[in-house]
């Protein structure tokens, strides 16, 4: 996993058929996903549940690209072995999720992973300001996190201020969160390299019609590049 600053499209699995994880990947990878985005949550940071480790491990071999797990849990420090475990390459965890995000982007990387951050809709910009170094991502969430298919929040001047602050270091900003070829150029324009997408990736396909879901990424990725589908 190389930095650059092309735009990205990374599909939620949280849109996908849950009975059928393993053909839903291969689906959207087929279909020009860049990376596949893991939604974990644990009915107390957030008020949903999906996954653990075990499943995520079942979807690793199915995984071509980059398996970009976005922890919505809490505590995290004592999962994070088990993520790098079942194969993660990003691991981000909310710096919501307890007072030690500091520690926990060390030990993210300490396990071999890329590091992310990931910040609710409340939380300012301000908030990352020390933590620069010791990240690979920040994932500006445009949604309060636990749900897919819910209305985009405008957070394009946090995003623009990440970006300043970030410099040339090789972070990413990943946005989460009613992303839709709508939302996508407003998000990337102001400094966005890798966008999220559930419903707008797996809506009206399926893996018996999975041309669907390349007509869906191809036109969110076109927004972002400004070439209006
Ligand atoms: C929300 C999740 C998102 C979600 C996005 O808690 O972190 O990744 O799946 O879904 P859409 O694109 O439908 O808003
Ligand atoms: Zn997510």
């Given at each position: 996993m190389s930095f650059d600053h092309k735009i990205k499209i990374a599909p939620s699995i949280l849109s996908a058929d849950f009975a059928n994880f393993g053909q839903e990947i291969q689906a959207i990878e087929a279909q020009g996903a860049d990376w596949v985005h893991v939604d974990v949550m644990d009915g107390h940071f957030v008020p949903n549940l999906t996954f653990g480790p075990m499943a995520v491990k079942a979807f690793r071999p199915h995984v071509k690209t980059v398996m970009d797990v976005h922890l919505m849990i809490a505590p995290v420090d004592p999962y994070i072995d088990a993520y790098a475990d079942a194969g993660a390459d990003v691991l981000t965890a909310h710096v919501e999720a307890g007072p030690h995000i500091h520690r926990t982007l060390q030990a993210i990387r300490a396990a071999g992973m890329k590091a992310g951050m990931a910040l609710n809709p409340g939380t300012p910009a301000e908030a990352v300001a020390h933590l620069l170094d010791l990240t690979d991502l920040i994932c500006v969430m445009t949604?309060?996190?636990?749900?897919?298919?819910q209305k985009f929040i405008d957070m394009t001047a946090k995003i623009r201020r990440l970006r300043e602050m970030i410099g040339d270091r090789p972070v990413h900003i990943e946005i989460d969160g009613g992303v839709d070829p709508n939302t996508a150029p407003q998000v990337a324009q102001a400094g966005a390299d890798v966008l999220v997408a559930g419903s707008a990736v797996f809506k009206g396909g399926s893996v018996s019609d999975p041309s669907v879901y390349g007509e869906n990424i191809r036109s969110i990725r076109a927004a972002a590049e400004g070439v209006w589908a």
């Amino acid at each position: 996993m190389s930095f650059d600053h092309k735009i990205k499209i990374a599909p939620s699995i949280l849109s996908a058929d849950f009975a059928n994880f393993g053909q839903e990947i291969q689906a959207i990878e087929a279909q020009g996903a860049d990376w596949v985005h893991v939604d974990v949550m644990d009915g107390h940071f957030v008020p949903n549940l999906t996954f653990g480790p075990m499943a995520v491990k079942a979807f690793r071999p199915h995984v071509k690209t980059v398996m970009d797990v976005h922890l919505m849990i809490a505590p995290v420090d004592p999962y994070i072995d088990a993520y790098a475990d079942a194969g993660a390459d990003v691991l981000t965890a909310h710096v919501e999720a307890g007072p030690h995000i500091h520690r926990t982007l060390q030990a993210i990387r300490a396990a071999g992973m890329k590091a992310g951050m990931a910040l609710n809709p409340g939380t300012p910009a301000e908030a990352v300001a020390h933590l620069l170094d010791l990240t690979d991502l920040i994932c500006v969430m445009t949604v309060n996190p636990g749900f897919g298919g819910q209305k985009f929040i405008d957070m394009t001047a946090k995003i623009r201020r990440l970006r300043e602050m970030i410099g040339d270091r090789p972070v990413h900003i990943e946005i989460d969160g009613g992303v839709d070829p709508n939302t996508a150029p407003q998000v990337a324009q102001a400094g966005a390299d890798v966008l999220v997408a559930g419903s707008a990736v797996f809506k009206g396909g399926s893996v018996s019609d999975p041309s669907v879901y390349g007509e869906n990424i191809r036109s969110i990725r076109a927004a972002a590049e400004g070439v209006w589908a």
